[in-house]
């Protein structure tokens, strides 16, 4: 089921069930439970939409907290209602119950994101300002990281006759798919498949390296603090095409070979049932992308005030109403409002 089928089909649910039915939802005490996303941008907009249905439309609210797959699973079996952040064509559990009829995809939290393999910029280009000379001054591609000279570059600390390739935490949809990917491009004896405990462990081993100015090779996406604050290069890899993806991600594919990232596409999942018996929350959602430029600078605040994703939606709600505001009723919005004073 593709995305344009997946909204004729969440439009639908949406018409048939009547607006009417969000409010008996949250007034007969059910609880909206929210997959408790870890990264960044997921857990600020989880908090912001989770404030919203609670203070705007008197809803129960709860996060879940989990692994990617974990909340996914928990979502088509209606154990969670919203996924606020899913990444569209990465996940076996999600198109599979997209097709089934058991989730729906209701609106794009943001648009015009993108997610590859990093160096910093200083590997290929120097920083003169920090006096540090380039180390790999030709390093454009892929294809390249499997040269000794590259991978001595990226010497891991610990078995340092491999590279170290820093991948996402266990558990996450972008740690399987780079791991797929270390194998189609035949790097994975070559480099050591490094996937931190946590997404800040994941931040914290990429600022350590970029302020000492070492050179680091990892997987990264936007929007995140991260490639608002950094001075990075994502490194070129062959053109992506439908069937080399559809093979990458599948658990059932070759993996004989490999490209590159297909467009971001990014939704807020939610559990059908749910759709159905409050539609006019999900609605909420429809409406509620949030500016790209304005969640790489929440996200930067975030880092750099030592913030979790709740702080930040308070902030968000507090000083960008023009935003939010167009999402919800006035009346919501008023009460919204009223709740921050």
């Known amino acids: 089921m593709n995305f344009l089928r997946t909204s004729v089909v969440f439009s639908a649910l949406l018409l048939g069930s009547g607006a009417a039915n969000a409010a008996s939802y949250c007034e007969s005490g059910n609880t909206v439970k929210f997959a408790g996303l870890d990264w960044e941008s997921g857990s600020f907009i989880t908090e912001v939409v989770k404030t919203i249905f609670e203070k705007g439309y008197g809803c129960n609210v709860e996060s879940v907290p989990g692994t990617s797959v974990v909340l996914e699973h928990g979502t088509v079996t209606n154990d969670i209602q919203v996924f606020a952040e899913q990444w569209l064509g990465r996940s076996d559990t999600w198109t599979e119950a997209l097709a089934a009829g058991k989730v729906v995809n209701a609106g794009k939290p943001f648009v015009d994101a993108s997610e590859g393999w990093f160096v910093p910029d200083y590997v290929v280009h120097g920083d003169k300002e920090r006096g540090i000379e380039a180390t790999a001054p030709d390093l454009k591609s892929v294809s390249q990281l499997s040269e000794q000279k590259i991978i001595e570059l990226f010497a891991d600390p610990e078995e340092p006759s491999k590279g170290r390739f820093l991948n996402c935490p266990s558990g996450w949809s972008c740690e399987g798919l780079s791991t797929v990917k270390l194998k189609a491009y035949g790097l994975d004896q070559a480099y050591i498949n490094f996937r931190p405990g946590t997404g800040t462990a994941l931040d914290a081993a990429i600022a350590s390296a970029y302020s000492q100015g070492e050179a680091i090779l990892f997987y990264y996406w936007s929007p995140t603090a991260v490639m608002g604050r950094y ?111």
Request: net charge negative; proline share 5%.
């Open 231 to 341: 001075k990075l290069l994502k490194l070129e890899e062959p053109a992506y095409s439908d069937d080399c993806w559809k093979d990458l991600s599948s658990a059932k594919g070759k993996h004989d070979k490999a490209c590159a990232f297909p467009a971001v596409d990014v939704a807020y999942g939610v559990n059908t049932e749910f759709a159905k018996a409050a539609p006019e929350l999900v609605e909420i959602l429809s409406k509620a992308t949030f500016p790209l430029n304005e969640v790489n600078a929440t996200l930067a605040y975030m880092v750099d005030n030592h913030l979790d994703g709740a702080v930040a939606a308070k902030n968000f709600l507090k000083t960008k109403g023009d935003i939010w505001g167009e999402w919800v009723s006035p009346e919501a919005k008023a009460k919204i409002e009223e709740s921050l004073k």
